[in-house]
């Protein structure tokens, strides 16, 4: 069975300019997560969807974030601009009720992104 | 809200040889409690989980770790590592509807030859 898939694995972009992040999950996972990781720290949550409805979102800065997944399936996050401090690695998730509850998040390799 | 502090941001150990990374989580409730480990350049990979029952509970590549609830610890233990087990490792912390997941800030465990 194919994991968590993320696309693409690094992206290199000035300041300022946009940028998107991709990611398909395990096939039926209802819960999809997007991560944030700093360097030298562990992962923070940026938003949680369960099937296409974004059910905690508190940690998205929605000033310049945003994210998506219209059929339930795929999800992507935007960085739009992006400033020097969103150089990080962006990790997604996702979870099924039915295969380990929720409590067993199945992680994508991420994307690593540098914004110069 | 939980919290989880890992006590140690690089663990260097030689080969064969025992290694514990300690873990304590601070929570008003219940908690349920995982280990993840980080290959370079990798998403983060289950080793195991505290949910009920046993307080010591075995994972993946002969990782186990004990919950100890007086003391607030989930420290994990291999009786003899390998190369190969040179990672990052996370501590993660989560209420009982799952919703919210709270890692630590990793501990580097570097595996000498």
Redesign the interface.
């Known amino acids: 069975e194919a994991g968590?898939v993320?696309s693409p694995?690094y992206k290199i972009i000035e300041k300022k300019q946009p940028v998107a992040f991709w990611c398909n999950p395990i096939s039926g996972h209802n819960t999809l997560y997007w991560y944030l990781q700093n360097l030298?720290?562990?992962?923070?949550?940026l938003i949680?969807y369960e099937n296409e409805e974004a059910?905690?979102d508190s940690q998205l800065p929605k000033d310049r974030f945003s994210a998506e997944r219209l059929k339930g399936v795929d999800s992507t996050l935007k960085i739009q601009p992006a400033e020097l401090g969103d150089s990080a690695v962006y990790?997604c998730?996702s979870?099924s009720l039915r295969e380990g509850?929720?409590?067993?998040?199945?992680?994508?390799?991420?994307t690593?992104l540098t914004v110069l | 809200a939980q919290s989880v502090t890992q006590l140690d941001s690089q663990v260097p150990v030689f080969e064969e040889a025992p290694v514990e990374l300690r873990c304590n989580y601070s929570s008003s409730v219940s908690v349920y409690l995982f280990w993840y480990v980080q290959y370079p350049n990798q998403g983060l990979q289950l080793l195991l989980k505290y949910l009920s029952g046993s307080t010591l509970v075995k994972g993946i590549n002969g990782f186990e770790a004990e919950f100890n609830k007086s003391q607030t610890s989930f420290h994990l233990r291999k009786p003899s590592v390998h190369i190969s087990d040179t990672a990052e490792y996370f501590c993660a912390v989560s209420g009982y509807t799952g919703n919210q997941f709270y890692f630590g800030t990793g501990t580097s465990l570097t595996v000498i030859p």
């Not at chain 1, 929720?102 to 991420?110: A, I, K, S, V």
């Open positions: 968590v993320q694995r030298g720290q562990g992962p923070e949550l949680r059910v905690d990790l998730a979870s509850g929720r409590h067993t998040q199945y992680f994508g390799p991420g690593r």
